[in-house]
């Protein structure tokens, strides 16, 4: 199968590209990139002028549900939402029933992705036995298998001791360990971001230092022990700044947010409505500012969603008892251009955070146009007016607070080893 | 005037002219329970089921005599909220109660916003008897009425609240409440019971007891639940009433006029030394109790479409 696709602004930060060209694609490589390449025979081709064409976006961070929770999302219906959402690879936490702490749960999520043939799925193991932080797992095995990095999403490793041996075991194995900062002492009980809102609201709240407690512990021990660690879902401006100072230190600190902790404030907690309920909360308006500022300069590495789908009887109940998480796939993209449009990032700086760094936190080769890569692309059109729907979603799970947001920038088709796997041109 | 409301969810969204309305309307009420015959048909007819998922004598018995003394049927429900984490839901059940008719639900439940919940899902009026730390919005009211009662006027007071701000819905209310009618609101307490950016409210917080109530023209000590001990909110009951017991000695600190308030239940001897607690000179705090049945009357007729 060839495919030639002409006329895109290509912008590929892993070349220092961005001019408008023809790809051309056979068998599911790159074979080239210029102006005016001539249709072999038997070629697709397939005008996109006035679109921009980009190494396949990579979501570094997405809760698939399956095995176990396939009511809120299973693998099949989580990759068709992220070819959707424009991501030709996602990399999935192993918070599912069972904990993927073993290689025959690696080895049914690859078969799984593999018969649903959608995006590419990159399985994140548990550091600990059931993520309980106690007992390592099998990392060696689980990387034969085919994990890519290693976290107990969800919860943190508690235990620094626990996190030093896996660093360090893990850093010899080259495998990526991600770390869901929270100190749960100092979150214990909370249901939103402490401060002006948690005292407006009466629920009870989790302190930013529960965050960064855990931040400025794993960077010491990333210090200490020359490993490298990836903090999850970075949402404080105290985050933000260790981060920094670890990084201009010269240690193999690397992080990503979300979507939300660049939109949203706690000050959406107001109403109680549980569809803004997520972990780490919301943070106030300084945060969010400074996560922002940590996206330009570069602190923060990545943008993932923390695609956290949920059924409707997870959310629609009493806001303490609901479930945390936002349904990210089909929006992290349209809410990301707004960084482009509002002046934050550059289109380089987006693709990079979107595609190139996640692809080399997560040794993947990946994130590139470069000829005789897998041909993984992502098609925007960048002024596409769009309106968010939840009822469109392919995503099993409908719960995101983004529902009736207009949008500006789509992706329109995406491409995964030469195959057109999502086609949403108008 | 009519309470152009549906729901009585906080004092947060209230106008001054709306708790007005509330007052007057609850000081004519007061006069129905001091009759032989403790019953006026206004309501007759009406049901109003109290729903409680936390457990309360005062408050839910004060609902149940204000809805009785308007002749309402009055239907108490009592659930533990670990039934609702395992089994029917709040949405369930209040959707089966909807389908029953009633006309007022009454909801008391220990996670904040679980009113506001239940206030888009039904069409009946859903009045907040207390939602986790929010609001507790008929015991500002209640409050506010018996400081008027007492002192003729809300504005210009000064009201120090004591105690476990962090974890009181009373305080919240009665600091809306309060800083609407133009009084001038002091909150004290440990900094471990102190909410953040509380001064953002637009109030004085301070962390000794004495700071607080000098001066003031209203003392209002709030309860200590002893089980926060055990959460280090405070390192002991003996400390705590060493340092925040309001007490003969420091209530001179106070206006000599000031009266003395509290949401009940007390525990004497912690926040509130029996001495104070029962000198008629100084305390309100059955007043409250009586003037808490009127207000509940006032805020049933008033959302049943009273004063039409």
């Known amino acids: ?426 | 005037m009519k309470l152009a409301k549906k729901d009585i969810l906080g004092i947060q969204e209230m106008t001054v002219d709306e708790i007005n309305l509330i007052l007057e309307t609850a000081e004519s009420f007061l006069e129905i329970s001091t009759r032989e015959i403790k019953k006026v048909p206004t309501l007759r007819g009406k049901s109003i089921i109290n729903l409680f998922y936390e457990a309360s004598t005062r408050t839910r018995t004060s609902f149940e005599i204000a809805g009785k003394r308007l002749s309402a049927d009055t239907i108490n429900i009592s659930a533990s909220t670990s039934s609702v984490v395992k089994g029917e839901t709040l949405i369930d059940t209040a959707r089966n109660l909807e389908a029953m008719n009633p006309d007022i639900i009454v909801l008391r439940h220990s996670a904040a916003g679980a009113p506001h919940l239940l206030a888009s899902l039904v069409r009946q009026s859903i009045i907040n008897a207390g939602d986790g730390a929010h609001e507790h919005p008929s015991q500002a009211l209640l409050d506010m009425m018996t400081i008027r009662e007492k002192k003729g006027r809300l504005a210009g007071l000064k009201v120090a609240i004591i105690g476990d701000i962090l974890h009181s819905r009373v305080a919240r209310s009665n600091i809306y409440g309060l800083s609407k009618m133009g009084a001038q609101v002091v909150v004290a307490g440990p900094a471990t019971m102190m909410p953040r950016n509380i001064e953002q409210m637009g109030i004085k917080a301070c962390t000794k007891l004495e700071d607080a109530i000098t001066d003031a023209d209203v003392v209002m000590m709030l309860r200590i639940q002893l089980e926060r001990e055990k959460q280090n909110i405070f390192p002991s009951l003996r400390e705590y009433a060493r340092h925040y017991c309001l007490n003969r000695r420091n209530i001179k600190l106070a206006k000599p006029d000031a009266i003395v308030m509290h949401p009940g239940p007390m525990n004497r001897g912690v926040e509130i030394s029996p001495d104070v607690a029962d000198d008629p000179a100084c305390s309100v705090i059955l007043d409250q109790v009586n003037n808490g049945v009127a207000v509940r009357m006032a805020l049933l007729y008033l959302l049943s479409g009273g004063n039409e």
């Open chain 1, 1 to 426: 199968m060839k495919l030639l696709l002409k006329g895109a602004r290509v912008i590929d930060p892993s070349q220092k590209m961005d001019t408008q060209m023809d790809i051309l694609v056979e068998e599911g490589k790159i074979s080239s990139c210029g102006t005016s390449i001539k249709a072999p025979p038997g070629a697709q081709v397939i005008n996109l002028v006035n679109m921009i064409a980009v190494p396949g976006l990579i979501d570094m961070h997405v809760h698939l549900r399956e095995p176990g929770l396939e009511y809120k999302e299973t693998i099949a219906t989580g990759s068709a939402a992220a070819v959707a959402g424009g991501f030709t690879s996602i990399a999935c936490m192993p918070n599912t029933e069972p904990v993927h702490d073993n290689r025959s749960i690696t080895e049914f999520v690859l078969r799984k992705a593999a018969e649903a043939n959608l995006a590419r799925v990159y399985p994140i193991g548990a550091i600990s036995v059931g993520s309980e932080g106690k007992q390592m797992t099998e990392f060696w095995d689980l990387k034969e298998a085919g994990v890519i990095a290693l976290s107990d999403d969800g919860k943190p490793v508690m235990d620094a001791a626990l996190m030093r041996r896996a660093m360090e075991y893990a850093g010899s194995l080259d495998l990526p360990v991600i770390q869901h900062c929270e100190d749960i002492n100092l979150s214990a009980g909370g249901l939103m971001n402490e401060g002006y809102w948690s005292t407006i609201t009466g629920l009870p709240g989790i302190p930013s230092i529960a965050e960064e407690a855990i931040v400025g512990r794993d960077v010491l021990i990333a210090e200490y022990t020359q490993t490298r660690i990836h903090i999850a879902h970075a949402s404080t401006a105290g985050s933000v700044r260790l981060i920094r100072d670890a990084k201009m230190r010269g240690l193999k600190v690397t992080a990503e947010t979300a979507p939300h902790y660049f939109t949203l404030t706690d000050e959406c907690l107001q109403d109680y409505d549980t569809s803004y309920k997520v972990n780490p909360p919301l943070r106030s308006a300084a945060d969010v500012a400074a996560i922002k500022e940590g996206l330009t300069d570069g602190t923060i590495d990545a943008i993932a969603s923390d695609h956290a789908p949920h059924a409707r009887t997870d959310k629609e109940v009493e806001f303490a008892y609901a479930a945390n998480g936002i349904s990210g796939l089909e929006t992290s993209l349209g809410l990301s251009l707004n960084l482009v449009h509002d002046g934050i990032l550059t289109w380089e700086k987006l693709i990079n955070a979107m595609s190139c760094n996640p692809a080399r936190i997560l040794n993947l080769n990946k994130g590139t146009l470069k000829k005789g890569s897998d041909a993984d692309i992502t098609v925007i059109d960048p002024e596409q007016g769009w309106t968010v729907d939840v009822k469109t979603f392919v995503s099993r799970g409908k719960n995101s607070p983004f529902s009736g947001r207009k949008m500006k920038g789509r992706a329109v088709m995406t491409i995964v080893a030469g195959d057109i796997k999502y086609d949403g041109r108008a």
